[in-house]
């Protein structure tokens, strides 16, 4: 279906087109109207999985939402701050969702939800399965203070020893242990 009007889109019929990066299906027709950004398409947006975003300034975005361009300002109660990437929404692209923001929870162990834009979440749903991130380089302190996590890297340590072992164990590659744990 079109993202834009959320009709039916017939290859044979019609014409679409697909965002190469987070694959967006459009009507030929109605790829002028869309006013929105790829969420994807901004590269700034997939480093904030790591990082904390700081608060900017609405004048740095030219009164204006971060994603449609809609004029926007602080006395207007339509004015949203997305805590994925600290900018200012008109309120059809920040509709106050709920999300855990990855930075928070790598370097706060902050599991509460916080606001996201509609383009934030995108992001962070499209990366979910696919980013797999390097707690230990990224935040070696966590291991330290969250005995969880200090148990959780144990463990990694011990699988790794354990598949050296599986690999040179003639009896564990002929029964397939190897293939049956996964590792």
Not at 43 to 58: Q, S, Y
Not at 63 to 74: A, F, K, L, M, W
Request: hydrophobic share 35%; aromatic share 10%.
């Amino acid at each position: 279906y079109c993202s834009k009007c959320a009709g039916a889109i017939y290859r044979r019929i019609k014409t679409a087109y697909t965002c190469s990066a987070c694959h967006v299906i459009l009507h030929k027709a109605c790829i002028n109207e869309v006013s929105r950004r790829c969420s994807l398409a901004n590269k700034d947006t997939l480093t904030l999985m790591c990082r904390i975003a700081p608060a900017h300034g609405l004048h740095e975005q030219n009164y204006c939402c971060y994603d449609c361009g809609t004029e926007i300002s602080y006395s207007s109660t339509k004015v949203h701050t997305c805590d994925y990437n600290g900018r200012y929404y008109c309120q059809e692209c920040h509709k106050k969702t709920l999300h855990l923001v990855p930075a928070r929870v790598i370097h706060n162990w902050d599991f509460k939800p916080r606001q996201l834009a509609l383009q934030s979440q995108e992001v962070i749903s499209f990366l979910t399965d696919k980013e797999y991130l390097n707690i230990e380089n990224l935040n070696p302190q966590l291991f330290d203070s969250v005995s969880v996590m200090n148990q959780l890297r144990d463990l990694r340590e011990k699988i790794i020893l354990y598949k050296a072992h599986f690999v040179q164990c003639s009896r564990a590659l002929r029964e397939g242990v190897f293939l049956k744990t996964q590792i």
